[in-house]
């Protein structure tokens, strides 16, 4: 009797949060994925189903390509990016240096700042006028300590424009990359290191055949958390570009959802990019809930 | 006792949360009430929604709703505004409380196709051609603007201001140190570009996308001529004729000419070149003026103005209207407030303070500056055509396709590329064939 009346007490305490997910989470991509066949356009919802026209459209329009070719470029060179720094400060803070928390805090602090801040003050730094006489930013701080080549059109140049979003990016998820396999080293037992140590084993040797094979599931961790970031990145990109940059140089999917949803009002073409994003984001999140589920049931 | 009491108190939290959930977030204004406070004329709440926070803008929806306030006393308004760019954001606001079935009394929208292939063929727009006849407006309005407005043989909103695109401005003292005349024709303007350049000044400042596209629509006008341009838009002048391509060229030739780093400016800090004197010239819309004016230089003194190169005798307008939604709160005092907006005497006190000039012809001139007295004469003599970029021409989907296409554009410079584009762009509207 006490199992059922717990159990019953348990299924009323979240019944209002499983109710509030399925509609406001499941529904909703549901309803987008209705849209995405559908050939609505202008305000009023049109559910004549299309097929897959809208899609097709999609991979034919240039636009388009520049943006899965960008968020490819994104994904790989801001996860790696993020990855070595946030391991290298990790591995620098496991030393244990003194104002070990002040540093710590400090690589930490980019994080608890909005995209859109670090956007409008990145905006500013990647200033990409080039003539000298109208320097601003990085570059004019490049031009006076004599830097002069590394004066670049940053977001603006018309094939690498995404690269340069990378830099704020990096700059504010490094830190939290940081804290992750700080944790993990942590949790690494010092008797394991003593064990190498008293083996003969060198610092290098350590790290490379204990605690880089022990950090795999924080690295793992950190490949979803900034992957799925990475991936539906919208408020940086709007806050440095506006439009995507010159020629959509730094376009992503999620800024032309917005302009083609919600300026030219074709939602259906809208929703197909939106499921799209969706898939790429769950190819990258299924599989890890699979292992983690698998994990935990086998313990 | 308490044990059994849990699962009844978690059930009754969970049936409060729902029900207060349910409750609409505000309580709707009930717009009909309390009649008699007010003997004559309409009462309760009006809300208008624009997107004018700016400086200049924001002071003229002022002093608009300062005449309304003084002729129907007894409504209490609520100037709702939604900052953001040229009024994207505030357009994606307006579209979500239309569709939700909650529409403001009355919504600031570009005049021409944003307002018509937006809201007026949902069905969520009252036609309004019932107070142009009753207010004699039809003889105040020029008829080329009436026909933006119109759509089945009705008019759907009412202009409050017009706006000028194709204007070119430019800084006198560059101008007069290197003894150049303001470019009449594109090869004047090609002429005078190299003539700048050669002397190490920017001769055109341009700014981000949707000044390019500004500016692509200008030279459109200039190179087809105003019959030619009013024509791509209904399917009469073929994307594909060389006249278009002689345009692109252009279009491409003037690329040479402007600031590289264009596509990180706003329109305004491109304006501020030619401030700056580091750019000669500066293809804007009249809104532009506010902006000379507000750094401290003077109409026909610091900065001189012309038609943009080759579009002498055309008009490219734009206009901020107001319309009637179906089913708005409080439909007489929108009407009132629709009459005001249509008033000269309305007009006459937004428009001097917002930098435009009125819809209609019979406005007081001696309130305006010099630059918008030259505004009015062209205004009223001028072919009027719609602007492409700020709603009047196109559907909002197809204004999308052309600032696709002219944004790819400047990244390859593929003019072949371009004019296919354009025309799918303009197949995919459904009205090329």
Redo the contacts between chains.
């Keep these: 009797m006490r199992i059922r009346k717990e159990r019953l007490l348990a299924i009323t305490l979240i019944s209002p949060s499983v109710l509030a997910i399925a509609i406001f989470v499941y529904g909703f991509i549901l309803w987008t994925a209705r849209a995405s066949v559908s050939a609505w356009k202008g305000l009023l919802p049109d559910y004549t189903f299309v097929g897959f026209s809208n899609f097709i459209d999609l991979f034919r329009s240039p636009r388009f390509q520049i943006d899965l070719r960008n968020t490819g470029i994104f994904t790989v060179l801001f996860l790696a990016a993020c990855l070595s720094i946030g391991l290298l400060l990790a591995v620098l803070l496991d030393q244990r240096p003194r104002g070990e928390g002040l540093f710590r805090n400090i690589y930490l602090f980019p994080m608890a700042i909005s995209f859109i801040v670090t956007g409008v003050v990145w905006r500013w730094l990647l200033n990409p006028a080039t003539s000298i006489e109208r320097l601003s930013g990085l570059n004019l701080l490049f031009h006076q300590v004599g830097l002069d080549f590394l004066i670049s059109k940053w977001y603006t140049h018309p094939t690498l424009g995404i690269v340069a979003i990378v830099i704020p990016a990096t700059w504010q998820m490094s830190g939290f990359t940081m804290a992750l396999y700080l944790a993990g080293l942590r949790s690494i037992p010092d008797e394991l290191r003593e064990a190498a140590r008293v083996d003969g084993a060198s610092e290098w040797q350590i790290y490379h055949h204990i605690i880089l094979p022990m950090l795999k599931p924080v690295t793992l961790s950190a490949v979803i958390i900034l992957g799925h970031i990475s991936l539906k990145i919208f408020d940086l990109v709007i806050a440095i570009t506006q439009e995507g940059g010159k020629g959509y140089s730094a376009d992503v999917p999620a800024l032309n959802m917005w302009y083609t949803a919600f300026r030219a009002l074709r939602f259906g073409q809208g929703a197909a990019i939106a499921i799209i994003i969706l898939l790429t984001v769950a190819v990258l999140v299924v599989p890890y809930l699979i292992y983690t589920f698998r994990t935990e049931a086998e313990q | 006792m308490s044990?059994k009491l849990?699962?009844l108190l978690?059930?009754l939290l969970?049936v409060a949360?729902?029900l207060v959930a349910c409750q609409p977030a505000t309580p709707t204004a009930a717009p009909t009430e309390a009649p008699t406070a007010a003997p004559a004329g309409p009462s309760g709440k009006l809300e208008i929604f624009s997107w004018w926070t700016a400086g200049g803008e924001a002071e003229g929806l002022e002093a608009l709703l300062k005449v309304f306030q003084e002729q129907y006393p007894n409504v209490e308004v609520i100037n709702a505004t939604v900052a953001g760019?040229a009024g994207?954001d505030a357009?994606?606001v307006l579209?979500t409380r239309?569709?939700g079935g909650d529409p403001p009394g009355s919504f600031q929208v570009h005049a021409g196709h944003e307002l018509i292939?937006?809201?007026v063929?949902?069905?969520?727009m009252e036609p309004v051609t019932f107070l142009y006849k009753e207010g004699g407006w039809l003889d105040v309005y020029p008829q080329d603007l009436i026909d933006i407005l119109s759509y089945n043989g009705e008019i759907w909103s009412v202009p409050v201001n017009i706006h000028r695109a194709n204007v070119l401005w430019y800084n006198k003292a560059i101008f007069e140190d290197n003894n150049l005349e303001p470019p009449a024709t594109m090869d004047d303007f090609f002429q005078v570009a190299e003539t700048l350049k050669a002397a190490g000044i920017t001769p055109l400042a341009l700014g981000?996308?949707?000044t390019e596209v500004h500016l692509f629509e200008t030279v459109l006008l200039g190179t087809l001529g105003p019959e030619g341009y009013a024509g791509l838009w209904t399917g009469e002048t073929d994307w594909n004729s060389p006249e278009v391509t002689e345009a692109l060229n252009n279009f491409d030739r003037m690329l040479n000419y402007v600031?590289?780093?264009?596509?990180?400016l706003?329109w305004d800090q491109a304006t501020q070149l030619v401030i700056d004197g580091?750019a000669a010239m500066n293809v804007m819309g009249d809104w532009a003026e506010g902006y000379f004016k507000a750094q401290g230089w003077t109409p026909g003194v610091e900065f001189g103005w012309a038609p943009s190169p080759g579009s002498a005798g055309a008009f490219d307008a734009l206009s901020d209207s107001f319309g009637l939604p179906k089913g708005a709160p409080n439909r007489d005092a929108v009407i009132a407030w629709l009459k005001v907006c249509g008033s000269r005497e309305g007009q006459d006190a937004f428009n001097p303070i917002k930098g435009s000039i009125p819809a209609r012809t019979d406005a007081d001139r001696s309130l305006y500056d010099d630059y918008l007295q030259s505004a009015m004469d062209d205004f009223a003599r001028d072919t009027i055509v719609p602007s492409l970029m700020h709603g009047a021409a196109a559907a909002?989907?197809w204004?999308?396709?052309v600032i696709?296409a002219v944004?790819?554009?400047?990244?390859?410079r593929d003019v072949d590329a371009f004019q296919e584009?354009l025309a799918s762009a303009c197949v995919d509207a459904g009205v090329c064939k």
């Design positions: 044990r849990y699962p978690a059930s969970v949360t729902l760019g994207v357009r994606a579209a239309m569709q292939d937006t809201y063929v949902a069905g969520q981000e996308t949707w600031n590289e780093d264009y596509a990180a706003s580091t909002p989907s204004q999308q396709a696709d944004s790819l554009f400047i990244a390859n584009a």
